[in-house]
């Protein structure tokens, strides 16, 4: 057995990709991540424009049977700006699972990056491992779902292809004081108008955006907000119920927020949160803090802070 850890320009990218179709071929969401088990799309994702990312892998006779990957991230912290990483793309061939190859994966992606800080939304079947090396819970991700009126007015966006969008530079208004992702309007461009698999409908105004994506949900199409930023909390209620009106226009049968603090009490009368029981996964953020010391934070998280919608 053989472990590695690499630079993204030094990784065999063809055989990484090869692992990840391999090891998610029987995954409940196999159809939405076949859409990103592309060269072109990890040649996207893994040079990102906060660096490129890190591999960890392990071989048996030649054969790359696990793989964790680390995403360069900057983070929003109350002492300023700091680097870090998302670990992700977490896989295992089926025939080689229960040997420890994860876990061997990414104790040594760890022990190369555990100088900075960390974060993870794992599984169940990754959950242990993360906790193993030190992670600890910072957030959940709640769901609220609002049913959208197919015969209310229906909003178009002013550019439909997005190209003449330029995000501005806007934080959440409830982020001062809490640990979050750090959106800079590179990375933004980056995220949503030059990601090769997805496509993101985008409301820019003045005071703000919202980032919506058309889903399929056990054969309904529904909108996700990934995220929204604004310089109030009126524009930042008035953004979401924009979105719900494009959503509308696009044929979609409900709107999905998904962040950790509790909605805005202007949002929460219109919105339902959905209890866990009824989600297909539970999504949690996990955080390492530099030498593995648990360092008390409040987290604010979106989905869109998760590279995986």
């Given amino acids: 057995m053989q472990v590695t850890v690499v630079n993204a320009r030094e990784l065999e990218i063809d055989r990484h990709i090869r692992l ?18 592309t060269r072109e799309f990890y040649l996207w994702k893994y040079f990102s424009p ?11 006779k030649g054969t790359i049977v696990s793989s964790v990957s680390a995403i360069p991230t900057l983070f ?29 994966c990414l104790s040594a992606l760890v022990e190369k990056l555990g100088s900075q800080l960390l974060v993870c939304f794992p599984n169940e079947n ?12 910072a957030a959940d991700v709640l769901t609220f779902v609002r049913p959208l009126n197919p015969f209310a007015t229906r909003s178009r966006l002013d550019d439909p292809g997005n190209n003449r969008i330029t995000f501005g530079d806007f934080n959440p208004v409830d982020r001062d004081g809490s640990y979050s992702f750090f959106r800079s309007r590179e990375y933004l461009e980056w995220r949503y108008k030059k990601n090769p698999a997805c496509r993101y409908d985008i409301i820019q105004r003045e005071e703000g955006y919202c980032v919506q994506r058309s889903f ?7 909108g996700i907000v990934m995220e929204v930023a604004a310089r109030s909390e009126t524009a930042l209620a008035d953004l979401i119920k924009e979105s719900e009106s494009v959503g509308a226009g696009k044929g979609m049968q409900a709107n999905f927020i998904m962040t950790s603090p509790p909605l805005y009490p202007s949002l929460r009368r219109r919105y339902l949160r959905l209890p866990q029981v009824l ?4 999504q949690s953020l996990y955080f390492r ?21």
Avoid: C, M
């Avoid at 990840?20 to 088990?37: K, P």
């Avoid at 989600?279 to 539970?282: A, D, E, H, I, S």
């Fill in 216 to 222: 399929n949900i056990f054969g309904r199409k529904v």
């Fill in 50 to 60: 906060f660096g490129e990312a890190v591999v960890s892998s392990v071989r048996d």
């Fill in 20 to 37: 990840l179709r391999e090891a998610f071929e029987r995954s409940t969401w196999a159809n939405q991540i076949g859409a990103t088990l």
């Fill in 76 to 104: 929003r912290t109350p002492s300023g700006v700091i680097n870090g990483w998302q670990v992700g793309d977490i896989a295992t061939l089926s025939s080689q699972r229960s040997k420890g190859h994860y876990r061997t």
């Fill in 289 to 309: 803090a530099p030498g593995a010391e648990q360092v008390p934070a409040d987290w604010n998280v979106q989905i869109g802070d998760w590279d995986g919608l």
């Fill in 126 to 137: 990754s959950r242990r491992g993360i906790e193993s090396q030190g992670f600890g819970l």
């Fill in 279 to 282: 989600l297909p996964k539970r």
